[in-house]
T-cell receptor, first 116, second 111 residues
Framework: DADVTQTPRNRITKTGKRIMLECSQT?????MYWYRQDPGLGLQLIYY???????NKGEISDGYSVSRQAQAKFSLSLESAIPNQTALYFC???????????????FGEGSRLTVL | QKEVEQDPGPLSVPEGAIVSLNCTYS??????FMWYRQYSRKGPELLMY????GNKEDGRFTAQVDKSSKYISLFIRDSQPSDSATYLC???????????FGTGTRLTIIP
């Protein structure tokens, strides 16, 4: 099983619908992130959480919300989806206590969202 | 101007060639530099990590950082079809803070 699991992997929805993307991890990491990837724009940070009680906005948080339900679970919601939120979404984790201190991110396999 | 600029490619080279991938950046506070590799339909995975200026070698891969020029490079020697992927540079200041990613270069190695 993957260390960072995202569901659903693919979703097609309509404008105005509420969508939730879920992420769970078995790595035991405290830090979790949601990124959006678009062609030509790279990875953009939406929200991040350094522990269960900590939520922070990233570069492009407008139109999104998150919930950190437990150390291992971090969900991303689109309250009212719009077509320009069509993208590939990635959840990632990192370990602040890593001896290597690289800040390495461990990514899930992505959730492809299409908003019609 | 973006903080990190990366040529999106696509880049196609024959098997066995030396590949050079590059990023430039504008934030002089960046100290930690990474290269991620992303295969199709997968999430990115860390390939190389370097701190400050200098070179780091790992098998067929060499990462170079020139902080004076704000320029980083990834070299792939004896390229293989399995190296076909999108390569993203990423950097941060200090460690374990938010990474800033380049847009990624799509590389294809032709057998």
């Amino acid at each position: 099983d993957a260390d960072v699991t995202q569901t659903p992997r693919n979703r097609i929805t309509k404008t105005g619908k509420r969508i939730m993307l879920e992420c769970s991890q078995t790595k035991g990491h405290d830090r979790m992130y949601w990124y959006r990837q678009d062609p030509g724009l790279g990875l953009q940070l939406i929200y991040y959480s350094f522990d269960v009680k900590d939520i922070n906005k990233g570069e492009i948080s407008d139109g999104y919300s998150v919930s950190r339900q437990a150390q291992a679970k971090f969900s991303l919601s689109l309250e009212s989806a719009i077509p320009n939120q069509t993208a590939l979404y990635f959840c990632a984790t990192s370990d602040e206590t890593s001896d290597a201190n690289t800040g390495e991110l461990f990514f899930g396999e992505g959730s492809r969202l299409t908003v019609l | 101007q973006k903080e990190v600029e990366q040529d999106p490619g696509p880049l196609s080279v024959p098997e066995g060639a030396i590949v050079s991938l590059n990023c430039t950046y504008s934030n002089s506070a960046f100290q930690y530099f990474m290269w991620y590799r992303q295969y199709s339909r997968k999430g990115p995975e860390l390939l190389m990590y370097t701190y400050s200026s200098g070179n780091k070698e790992d098998g067929r891969f060499t990462a170079q950082v020139d902080k004076s020029s704000k320029y980083i490079s990834l070299f792939i020697r004896d390229s293989q079809p399995s190296d076909s992927a999108t390569y993203l540079c990423a950097m941060s200041a200090p460690p374990n803070e938010k990474l800033t990613f380049g847009t990624g270069t799509r590389l294809t190695i032709i057998p």
